[in-house]
């Protein structure tokens, strides 16, 4: 997919909509989801737009590894010392529903698996 199309996270990103900002760099922006499925449930999502990780190109390889780590950082602060999940849906099949690439966080319970 090489276009990217206006996503509601654009409009995120571009403070159009506003939701809870729990962390902001220069290449990310997390914040928490507004129909979480655990106790915590936080978004991480690039500044990029890139549709889904099957779109994501060999350029982006530090960008990747910098949403991990930030994911990793916002379950910190968010003080999820048991544990958490991080999901990335890829595609229809995978459920995404939004096409810009985003990592779930989730936990603050015990998850079940599988999950679906």
Do not use: C
Not at 31 to 52: C, N
Not at 63 to 76: D, F, I, M, P
Not at 89 to 103: K, M, R
Request: aromatic fraction near 6%; avoid cysteine; hydrophobic fraction near 40%.
């Amino acid at each position: 997919m090489s276009e990217t199309t206006e996503t509601i996270f654009s409009k995120i990103i571009r403070r159009e909509i506003p939701v809870d900002i729990v962390y902001e760099d220069n290449l990310a922006l997390a914040f928490k989801d507004i129909h979480p499925q655990a106790p915590v449930h936080i978004l991480v999502i690039p500044k990029k737009p890139i549709p889904t990780l099957a779109d994501a190109e060999s350029q982006d390889h530090a960008l990747l590894g910098h949403l991990l780590l930030t994911a990793k950082r916002v379950a910190e602060e968010a003080g999820l010392k048991n544990g958490y999940r991080v999901v990335i849906n890829t595609g229809d099949d995978g459920g995404q529903t939004v096409y810009h690439l985003h990592l779930h966080i989730l936990g603050g319970r015990q998850l079940d698996w599988p999950p679906g």
